[in-house]
Each structure stands twice: as C-alpha cells, then as structure tokens.
C-alpha cells in the first residue's frame, strides 16, 4: 500500500498542477503554494503529443481533451519566402498516432489545459493556494521539519516539497547549491491569438490552415500555426532573431508590431496577410540555463519537476510534455515508498529516470532549431530536398516525421518506465 505524504508544491504551472492531480489521486495530501495573485494570462497554444495525451487519459481528462482541443490532421511545412510546400506529414489523419502510438495528438489553448487540471487537482482534494510565492527553503535541523518560508513570513513543513517553480525556480538553486545562470538564446518567440473569422480569408489562400499545423521555415525564423479552443481561436508562435530592445528574460513583453511585420517584409505573402490581422502579441524572450544534473536536495526532500529542473525550449513542443511525465513519473516513483524503498530512495530513482529523458528531449529542440533555421544555401537546399522526399516514410532527417524518434518520443510510457527500473533494480 502506498504512504500517505503530506506534500507542498511550489507553483501551480502545467508541471505543479500535474503533480497535484497525480499525487492527489493516489491519495497524497497535496497543498500547491502560487505566487501569481490569479490565473491570468497565461500564454497561448500547448500541443499535447500522444506521450502526454496517455498520461491525461490516465487522469481520467479524455473528455475534457475531446471537447477542449482540436486534433489536427497534418503538418504542412512551407518554404519561407515562396509559401513551396516542403513536405505535409500526417498527425491524426487515418488515425496515424492512435494506431502508431496509442493516443490522439491535440493542440489546446493553455488555459483550458491548465484549468483541467486545476479543477481535477481541487476535485481530488488538492489545497491551491494564491499570493503564497516561496522564498527560502530550509532543511530539517534541530527537531524541525524541512519547511519553505513563503513571502509573508510564514513556514510551510511537509514530508516531500516538490520545486514546480519554473525556470527561474527560487528553489532549485537550494538543490543545486547555487544560482543557475540564464544565458539568452538568441531567438524571442511572439505569441498571438486570432479569431476563426479572422483566419477564414487566409484559408482560402492557405487550405492546410484548416487541417493541421501549418510551419514556414526560415533563415533564423519560424513560424507555427494552428487551432485551439474547439476550432474558436488560431494560435501563432513566431520564432525571430532577439532584437537590440529586448534585454531582459520575460514571458510577457508586450510584442512590438511594426518590428514583427518589418522583419517579415519579405517572407510569403499569405504569411503576411495572417501576420497583418495581430493587432497584439506577447513576446517571449528565450534564454537557456541548460538542463541541471542535479534534481533532488543532497540532504533534504526536495525535489524538482519541470521547467525548475530542465528548461525547455519551443522547437519540439515537449517543454510543458516533460512537466506532465515528470508529474507521472514521480507518483509513479512514490508508490513504491514502503519498507523495502525509502522515500529518498524513490526520488533518486525519479531523478535517475528523468533526467536522460529530458535531455534527449532539449538535444532534439536545439536539433530542430538549427534544422528549421538553416540559412539559404546547400544545407538548407539538402534539408528541403528531404523534406519533399520523404512524406510519409518515417526515414527522414524531419525529427518531427521520422518514426524512430516519434517512438521514442511519443510512444513514450513513464508507467512502464519506473516499473521497468523498479524490477531491474529491486536493491533501489
Ligand atoms: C513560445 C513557447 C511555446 C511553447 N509551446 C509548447 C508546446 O506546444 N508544448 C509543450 O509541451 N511545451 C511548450 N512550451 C514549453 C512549456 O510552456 C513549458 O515547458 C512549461 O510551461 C513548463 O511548465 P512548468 O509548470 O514547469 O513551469 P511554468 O509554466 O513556468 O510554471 C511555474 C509556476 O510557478 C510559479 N512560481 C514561480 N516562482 C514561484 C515561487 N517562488 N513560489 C511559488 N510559485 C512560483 C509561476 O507563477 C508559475 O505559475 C512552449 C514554450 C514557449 C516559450
């Protein structure tokens, strides 16, 4: 039988949410600590891959994916300047990722993610509680209980605190010992929302609009489009080169429009017509501080998930993808806490298995980033070669098409994993 642990998270992001509903489920006391004062604005588009799209059945989300994503038919990508289609590759159509890996890939608006998990987590008896950011951690010493301070002063002690804080954790520099230095990646990512009447014109023009991911590749740029909300809103990331203005690491730098259009002066023309419809975007400048080695305190119970232990970068879409199986893998982990597995065991192990897998997952992004940016020239004219080669084969050099990585990447179960290592390892 599984101990019952009384748990804090630290931030109720998509990975401390994801935490609470698998924790709560398994009938852990969960209270998660939140800085922000409300759920506001809280980014846009978050494609869920068949990895997760598994793990959400689990919870018992099905229906609320059904009814709140839209489930894309194909990716079209598309030459930069000209709109040439490159390659189109199948998603959901003739139940591709059902019948390949199990489960639909989805595309769904953040916020609708977020509150299914939310509402799930506070169903399942999980405490959240707003205005509570963390600001110091102490392990347990002189007859007190490990315990994080929150910005009112107040401790918090529990059996496990788990560090969701994002990717400027305040914890994790507890667990590391250090500040973890951010250094900026070179690259901002506009986000933007328009209605579905604003993109019915662009339709006409650019059919593939209505059935799947649409990607114009370009040098140093990229863009991605497509439906969430039920079909109601289209999201765009836009990926460019950080401009001299942008200086400081933030999700929530109001996007400047002229200087989104001008660097897009010469890309397709359709593309430009879409871009012409934002009249307000969110700029997301993107730094990096490398995946950290280290995930739990070397003495305490803290441990951290998601963007705090592994930031993510957007070319692969598996940033938010890793939170949600590092939510599972931990609970996963925490089941086997008995006398046999002490619960720093556990969450050695939790590391052990998590900390490979995102790896490869921030190797395949910074992959994709060279591969989507590749300047003119004969490497980009290889790329597109391939690109047209190879549509629905799987052998390609299109980690986003190619069947080996797709495997790996959505054929993915942590269950399984942990049980795998569990049995291979019964001396954990
Ligand atoms: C443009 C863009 C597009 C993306 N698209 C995708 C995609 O399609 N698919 C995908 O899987 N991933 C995507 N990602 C990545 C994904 O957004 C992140 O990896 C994911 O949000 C990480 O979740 P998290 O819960 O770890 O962190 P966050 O979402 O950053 O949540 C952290 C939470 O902790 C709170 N917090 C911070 N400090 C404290 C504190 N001291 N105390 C208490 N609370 C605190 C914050 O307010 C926040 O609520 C994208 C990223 C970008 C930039």
């Known amino acids: 039988m599984t101990h019952k642990l009384n748990i804090l998270i630290a931030g109720a992001g998509l990975g401390g949410l ?62 930069w300047d000209d709109g040439t289609q490159l390659t189109r590759f199948s998603i959901n159509r003739d139940g591709r990722m059902e019948r390949e890996y199990g489960y639909k ?16 987590a506070q169903r399942r008896g999980a405490i959240v509680k707003v205005n509570c950011g963390v600001v110091h951690y102490t392990t347990s010493s002189e007859g007190l209980p490990q315990a994080v301070v929150t910005q009112d002063g107040f401790r918090h002690s529990a059996d496990l605190i788990i560090a969701a804080d994002g990717c400027r ?24 929302l328009l209605t579905r009447q604003q993109v019915q014109d662009a339709e006409l023009e650019i059919p593939e609009l209505a059935s799947g991911s649409v990607v114009w590749l370009g040098p140093g740029s990229h863009v991605v489009g497509y439906y969430v909300d039920g ?18 690491e933030s999700w ?99 590391a052990r298995l998590r900390i490979p897998r995102t790896s490869a997952m921030r190797t395949a992004g910074q992959k994709n980033r060279v591969y989507f940016h590749l300047p003119d020239g004969p490497e980009q ?4 070669a391939d690109l047209q080669k190879y549509d629905e084969t799987g052998e390609t ?13 959505y054929g993915y179960d942590i269950v399984k994993d942990v049980r795998r290592e569990y049995e291979a390892n019964q001396a954990i």
């Open 252 to 350: 929530k730098l109001p996007g400047k429009m002229e200087r989104l259009r001008a660097h897009f002066a010469g890309w397709d023309p359709r593309l430009r017509r879409l871009l012409s419809k934002i009249d307000k975007s969110l700029l997301w400048n993107l730094y990096d501080r490398g995946g950290l080695s280290q995930w739990v305190h070397p003495v305490g119970n803290l441990v951290l998930i998601g963007d705090a232990a592994h930031p993510m970068l957007p070319y692969v879409a598996q940033g938010a993808a890793s939170a949600v199986e590092d939510a599972a893998a931990l609970a996963e982990c925490l089941k086997l806490v008995s006398e046999k597995c002490s619960l720093r065991e556990a969450l050695t192990m939790y």
């Open 397 to 409: 050099p299109n980690q986003l098409n190619n069947s080996k990585v797709l495997a790996a990447m």
């Open 231 to 248: 079909g109601r809103l289209y999201n765009l990331v836009i990926v460019v080169p950080t401009g001299d203005e942008v200086n400081e």
């Open 169 to 192: 954790s305040t914890l994790g520099r507890f667990v590391v010992g250090s500040e973890i230095k951010a250094e900026p990646t070179g690259d901002s990512a506009y986000r933007a």
């Open 381 to 384: 004219q290889q790329r597109d």
């Open 105 to 120: 890939y989805y595309h769904i608006h953040r916020k609708d993610l977020h509150r299914m998990l939310l509402e799930t």
């Open 18 to 79: 994801a935490a609470a509903v698998a924790l709560s489920i398994d009938g852990h006391h969960v209270t998660v600590l939140e800085a922000a004062s409300e759920f506001g604005e809280i980014g846009a588009g978050i494609q869920v891959t068949p990895n997760v799209t598994r793990i959400l059945h689990r919870w018992d989300l099905a229906e609320s994916l059904g009814r709140y994503g839209c489930t894309p038919e194909t990716v079209t990508q598309l030459r």
